[in-house]
């Protein structure tokens, strides 16, 4: 069950992302690694983190998590078409790519979008923020944890900083 | 009331990477900081080539065929562009970890084997994943502070960790990793190409002239021709060599690295489990394969410190979405821990075949 908001936190302008930032505190982040259980190609772990245990359901986590791998299989997809832009990109001296997008970065912008959806639509309405990964050189996942810093008496958020201090999180008490 | 514009100088990503990369153009080439042979290796195509069109093509276009220097400045204008972009093109770099993923990847470490008392050496850091139904090992990088994925390995000349990692090539002055390889192989696929080409039609611009003039005369009017003939037969036994090694490695789908370890060889070890089992899967894959953008960004912004007036901050490890950037924690100062047991792949591999034509010089 989502953490039930103060009146001003929970205004519209909670979705906007910059709102967000300012008016919580980073409380702790968390890391979704790679999985590579299929080989090389980018997929991300869709095990439901513990510290989001109170923050987010884990289907909706999961089902993010599906999505954007997903994605990236697409982006690697290996066949016909990505065959044929291979070839042409390679009889063209590869000057090709200075006008075109790849394939790849096409479905980066896609999941940039995604991600960016997700965030207002899902997730900064929970305290949570997703970073693209391709921010972080496509190695992890990162969600940020917020604590709403003027929720009065919400137990889900209070449980959350806790949990988040526990586990040594190096993120919210250095920072400030 | 006058107004002082003032023009803030915008400090790009690339200024404030860590790794010892030389960066051209603000931030759109990259290469390694040791460029010397890369320019030998540019003077010697240019050089050769600017010879052959200047003397030999003359007497050949007129004698034989005008396609013999078209043919030949369709090899030269490939094997360059293919040349420049693997010299200047990301290989692969995995950009290291931040502060707040290295301490998150500590403490994940310290969980699974318990705290080190201090002074004493840790254990090597390794995590086993199964990939098709192999067991393969991920290896913790100390300097990058993250687990490096399968087929990554650091170089130790440009301090970076690479995406299948082949090999540091001196001569383009650039490492060879997932992004430059199907460069660098058609590089010296072409360059072979064009080495015969320019070897056998300058023998046959030889044989032509000393019909008509005699052979020390023909060598006399272009001493050039002999220039040419000894740089083509040398470069012939080398790049055709490598040529042939890196065919094989293609259809195996390999890296040198993972060729120099015996890392898929010997009865005791796992199978290639990247590769397709077909050779033409393989050549698809790695040459015609979807071609990944480069995360590191180079290009990019880095952010003004949150105060806003100052001048743009040297945020050491580039930026981060969020304005509180975190102290690194204890653990992570330890940076001169020595990478254990990583200097055999961290040594760049000799090539096996034929003269050493990727035997860097010695690191230190």
Not at chain 1, 80 to 105: K, N, P, Q, V
């Amino acid at each position: 069950m989502p953490p039930s908001p103060c009146a001003s936190c929970m205004s519209p302008q909670v979705h906007n992302l910059q709102e967000l930032r300012r008016s919580a505190s980073l409380a702790t982040k968390v890391f979704i690694q790679r999985d590579y259980s299929d080989g090389t190609i980018c997929q991300f772990q869709t095990k439901f983190p513990p510290e989001l245990d109170s923050r987010i359901e884990r289907q909706l986590f999961e089902e993010t998590v599906k999505t954007l791998n997903g994605f990236y299989a697409e982006a690697e997809k290996i066949g016909g078409s990505s065959y044929l832009e291979g070839c042409l990109a390679c009889a063209t001296a590869y000057f090709i790519f200075l006008c075109m997008e790849t394939h790849y970065e096409k479905v980066l912008k896609k999941i940039s979008r995604y991600i960016q959806e997700q965030n207002e639509k899902i997730f900064a309405p929970r305290g949570l923020l997703l970073t693209d990964p391709v921010e972080r050189g496509m190695r992890v996942i990162e969600i940020s944890i917020y604590e709403d810093r003027c929720s009065s008496g919400s137990s889900s958020s209070g449980s959350s900083s806790g949990s988040g201090s526990s586990s040594g999180g190096g993120g919210g008490a250095g920072a400030r | 009331m006058s107004v002082m514009v003032v023009r803030k100088k915008v400090t790009r990503k690339w200024e404030k990477l860590p790794g010892r990369n030389t960066f051209c153009c603000d931030g759109r080439v990259m290469m390694a900081r040791q460029k010397g042979i890369f320019y030998l290796t540019l003077f010697l195509i240019l050089g050769t080539c600017t010879l052959f069109f200047a003397f030999e093509c003359r007497y050949l276009a007129v004698q034989l065929s005008p396609a013999i220097p078209v043919f030949a400045a369709l090899l030269f204008l490939f094997s360059m562009a293919t040349l420049l972009r693997t010299s200047f093109s990301d290989p692969g770099v995995i950009p290291r970890a931040l502060p707040d993923e290295a301490a998150f990847i500590e403490m994940e470490i310290e969980a699974t084997n318990g705290a080190v008392p201090q002074g004493q050496r840790p254990p090597p850091r390794i995590k086993n994943f199964q990939i098709n139904n192999q067991i393969v090992k991920l290896k913790y990088c100390y300097t990058c502070k993250i687990f490096r994925p399968p087929r990554a390995s650091h170089c130790s000349i440009c301090d970076n960790c690479v995406e299948r990692f082949d090999h540091h090539c001196p001569w383009v002055g650039n490492c060879v990793g997932k992004r430059n390889y199907r460069y660098f192989y058609l590089f010296i696929l072409s360059l072979s190409l064009l080495t015969i080409y320019v070897f056998a039609f300058n023998i046959v611009y030889v044989a032509l002239k000393s019909l008509k003039i005699g052979f020390l005369e023909t060598l006399k009017e272009t001493p050039g021709t002999v220039l040419e003939v000894l740089i083509c037969f040398f470069t012939l036994w080398s790049v055709v060599g490598l040529t042939g090694f890196h065919t094989f490695l293609v259809a195996l789908n390999q890296t040198t690295n993972e060729d120099i370890k015996g890392s898929w060889t010997g009865k005791n070890r796992v199978q290639n489990p990247y590769s397709h089992g077909n050779i033409v899967k393989n050549c698809c894959e790695v040459l015609c394969g979807p071609l990944p953008p480069s995360v590191l960004d180079r290009r990019g912004i880095l952010p003004l410190e949150e105060s806003g007036s100052r001048p743009p901050s040297t945020q050491e490890t580039g930026s981060s979405l969020l304005p509180q950037s975190p102290a690194p924690t204890e653990h992570l100062n330890s940076n001169e821990m020595p990478e254990d047991s990583n200097t055999p792949e961290e040594m760049p591999p000799p090539e096996p075949p034929g003269p050493p034509q990727e035997v860097t010089e010695a690191e230190k």
